[in-house]
């Protein structure tokens, strides 16, 4: 995607501790250059944390309070 970070990377951060743009940039390097990925990473992000709250949803682990 950007700096030779790949999706899967993006995707693997994002698991672990990075939940926005930023912390995925300090993580992975990606989008810390001249910003043409930062959308390409943004949805990225995005798909995965939809990923993520539709199987705490199906597990009931959702806190929708």
């Known amino acids: 995607v950007c700096k030779s970070v790949s999706k899967e990377e993006i995707i693997k951060a994002d698991d672990s501790v990075c939940k926005n743009l930023e912390q995925v940039a300090d993580e992975t ?3 810390t250059g001249c ?6 990473v943004n949805q990225i992000i995005q798909a995965q944390l939809s990923k993520l709250k539709a199987q705490k949803q199906g597990q009931g682990l959702l806190d929708l309070s």
Do not use: M, Q, V
């Not at 910003?35 to 390409?40: D, S, V």
């Open 35 to 40: 910003g043409t990925c930062e959308n390409e």
């Open 29 to 31: 390097e990606a989008a």
